[in-house]
């Protein structure tokens, strides 16, 4: 069954520092997602995607994150100049249409974050 | 915000019992969602019920929505100890594209 990839698993940065955050959304997905989970709490919307543009994003999607989509298969999340609070797990997601045409997500097992 | 709470917070049971989780949310929505997450993992869809629907079965899965009382239900019958997970209501808000998650419901169950 396909399934969405992220790489890498875990992330070690320092406090300040790039970090990219890779996804291989499943091939025929037109929506693509980015959620956050801090340790033992809920899982946050950060932003979706479609058609090569952001569709919505949260407040906690500020000028630090972008996304971007460099090629047909690739969904990246950058985070400019990390924060200790950005210490998370960080996971894409993918559906064949929009949620609210009754569309299932499909998640990737996550990137772990952490910024010392 | 759009989601609610889910309760209980925690459940624990004996395997083989039935285990009911709970959600309420509180804007109009096109469908709810129901994840499974098992620990350090990624989380997994099991159901969707739309809006104009009142019950849905899966499997040993059972799940209400109560658009009125803006609430719904996942019920998982003959509960084993591989249901062990945190199970997580989502809703999409009618309109938009974004799929909100409650706070969850960790569920132990004990063989």
């Known amino acids: 069954e396909p399934e969405v990839t992220q790489t890498p698993s875990h992330q070690v940065t320092q406090m300040g520092q790039e970090v990219i955050l890779r996804c291989v959304p499943i091939?025929?997905?037109?929506?693509f997602y980015w959620y956050r989970q801090i340790l033992g709490q809920k899982v946050e919307f950060l932003v979706s995607f479609y058609n090569n543009e952001i569709s919505e994003k949260s407040e906690i999607f500020d000028d630090q994150f972008s996304v971007e989509r460099p090629d047909g298969s690739n969904f990246t999340l950058k985070i400019r100049s990390t924060k200790l609070e950005d210490s998370a797990m960080y996971f894409c997601a993918s559906s064949v249409a929009g949620s609210s045409y009754n569309s299932p997500l499909h998640f990737g097992n996550g990137t772990r974050l952490t910024v010392t | 915000s759009q989601q609610g709470e889910e309760d209980p917070q925690a459940l624990s049971i004996q395997e083989g019992e039935n285990a009911t989780m709970n959600c309420s949310y509180k804007t109009s929505i096109n469908n709810l969602q129901w994840y499974r997450q098992n620990s350090g993992r990624g989380l997994v869809h099991l159901i969707l019920i739309r809006s104009n629907e009142r019950e849905k079965h899966s499997g040993r899965l059972r799940v209400t929505l109560d658009t009125s009382k803006k609430s719904s239900s996942l019920l998982i019958t003959a509960s084993r100890a591989a249901d062990t997970a945190s199970y997580f209501c989502?809703?999409?808000?009618?309109?938009?594209?974004?799929?909100?998650f409650g706070a969850g419901t960790i569920l132990r169950v004990k063989s």
């Open positions: 091939s025929n997905h037109l929506y």
């Open positions: 989502a809703t999409d808000g009618k309109y938009g594209n974004k799929l909100v």
